[in-house]
């Protein structure tokens, strides 16, 4: 990060130079995607000199051949992308649909399983006015035994900034940062 940062600070610092000086968009592509990207308050859409490269880059990506512009200096290489956000806690990923073979496509859901005999107990009271509990499950259709467990799935979230770019830091310890490309 302290590199990341020594980089921002020369590119703000170059910026402001007279104009026979170096200016900012003198420095690569890639450093130029890499700064605006980690950018986060604002994001790259409210910084007026990220507009151009991350444009750049945009229309870049829908040519073939396409071939992403790397930073060598802050040693981050290429961005990662994961459409779908984490999972609530408790949940696991799950899968709405299956391709060719049985095989998985798409890790959209979000799986739990609860216990649904918990509230399938109710009360009926016997002659002496005692309250007793009584069970009451569904059969389990592949084996005709009792079953109180159940799959709750839903639809799972969507991020809003599904591109990242793991920079490390001073440390060599990599921080993930968020992005979007959404113009």
Sequence with gaps: MKNLL????????????????????????????????????????GVSYCVPP????????????????ICHEAKAGEPGRQEYA????GSN???????????RRVPDQCV????????????????NGLTI??????????????SCTKEISSMRPRRTDPWYFDIPNDQGVKQRHWFNLNL
């Design 6 to 45: 020594y980089a921002a600070a020369g590119l703000a610092a170059v910026a402001i130079l007279p104009a026979t000086a170096a200016k900012a968009q003198d420095a690569s592509w890639g450093c130029q995607v890499l700064l605006c990207a980690a950018s986060q308050s604002p994001s790259w859409h």
């Design 93 to 103: 990923v799950g899968y709405s649909e299956r391709g060719k073979e049985g095989n």
């Design 112 to 127: 739990k399983t609860v216990n649904v005999c918990k509230s399938r107990f109710n009360s009926q009271a016997d002659k």
């Design 133 to 146: 509990p009584v069970r009451r499950a569904g059969r389990d259709s592949d084996n005709g035994s009792y």
């Design 86 to 89: 984490d999972c609530p806690e």
């Design 54 to 69: 991350m444009t750049k880059l945009i229309r870049a990506m829908a040519k073939p051949g396409f071939s992403w512009p």
